[in-house]
């Protein structure tokens, strides 16, 4: 497989490679996480929206590798709280201390609830959004894509599900009646904010990289 289709995930979030590996997996793709690369150490995500911090990691080692690099920022924004915690979906409980045997995700999740909960009477909608940016290195003519995927629905008062990671479960699909974390691989693809996100980039695929987009099986 050529340079050009082997495309980069800059990311070390084992949730995250999994579920856009099986995704453009399904496109043909030869697909990379920065654990490939570990000289590679943490990129700062300076910027204040999803675009920006997805264009600054796809910018960053696209430059380091020498290969197409996807990357994405994607989070919850809440709407009783003025889209929070948006682009600090990942680090949203850092002021926090873990209980014993918490993880990170699970603290953001206690975080979140428990603000909301200080709101009884506010709104529970939601969603998940996804931008995706793909860079394209010099050699092979430059260029940049950027896409937005959403997925809207509702927080929970309590986590469903064992399926997932980061908020999925207490995200709520109303049109499905289920979790984020209680849908399969193939349910949530076909309805969440990266698999949306992901499409869109397919479809812009072949202008972007200057040939065809791989057939999906």
Request: glycine residues 12%; contains cysteine.
């Amino acid at each position: 497989m050529n340079d050009s289709m082997t495309v980069i995930l800059a990311s070390r979030n084992a949730g995250k490679i999994r579920e856009l590996g099986e995704l453009l997996a399904e496109y043909g793709m030869h697909v990379l996480g920065l654990d490939a690369f570990p000289g590679i150490g943490d990129i700062e995500e300076t910027g204040v929206t999803f675009e920006e911090n997805a264009l600054i990691k796809a910018r960053t080692v696209t430059q380091l590798t020498g290969h197409i690099c996807i990357a994405d920022d994607s989070g919850l924004e809440v709407d009783a709280l003025n889209g929070a915690p948006g682009v600090y979906s990942a680090r949203y409980s850092d002021d926090w201390h873990s209980l014993d045997g918490e993880s990170r995700d699970q603290r953001n999740t206690r975080k979140l609830l428990l603000t909301l909960s200080k709101l009884p009477d506010a709104p529970r909608s939601c969603r998940f959004v996804c931008c995706m940016a793909a860079v394209k290195p010099d050699f092979l003519g430059g260029g940049e894509l950027v896409v937005r995927g959403a997925w809207e629905g509702l927080v929970l008062d309590a986590p469903r599900g064992e399926n997932g990671f980061g908020y999925d479960p207490v995200f709520f699909d109303p049109e499905l009646g289920k979790s984020a974390a209680e849908l399969s691989g193939p349910e949530k693809n076909a309805r969440s904010h990266r698999g949306k996100a992901l499409r869109l980039l397919m479809e812009r695929w072949q202008e972007f990289v200057g040939q065809a987009a791989p057939a999906r099986p």
